[in-house]
């Protein structure tokens, strides 16, 4: 069995539409319960726990233990990873959008023989 990195596990378990937005719950929240978690989504919580455990596995998600609650947290290290592994490409697309900007501008600069055109 290959062996999978931390990368790979991150954008498998941020690949579902229902995992991004317990993300963004715990990022507005900074904890809630699996009930807490279920109550925008028409899924059971045993669903929900399905999908937080997905993310635990992925790192993005910590579980505690408060009482009888298992209160979710966000982890961020390995979104930092992906924000890390993102720059080289959003260093290209910075490239291609002031080129194009450039392109663009040289476009709209009047030209002498539009001038004499005139």
Do not use: C
């Not at 501008?105 to 005139?118: I, R």
């Amino acid at each position: 069995m290959m062996a999978t990195d931390q990368l790979t596990r991150t954008f498998a378990a941020l690949a579902d539409p229902t995992r991004r937005a317990i993300l963004t719950t715990l990022r507005e929240r900074g904890e809630a319960s699996v009930t807490e978690l279920a109550t925008p989504f028409d899924l059971t919580p045993r669903a929900i726990s399905k999908h937080i455990s997905v993310l635990e596995s992925a790192g993005l998600v910590s579980r505690g233990r408060d009482a009888q609650r298992r209160p979710s947290r966000l982890r961020v290290d390995p979104l930092v990873e992906v924000d890390a592994w993102l720059e080289d490409y959003r260093a290209v697309w910075e490239h291609r959008f002031t080129a194009l900007e450039a392109d663009l501008d040289a476009d709209n600069t009047p030209t002498d023989d539009s001038e004499e055109s005139s």
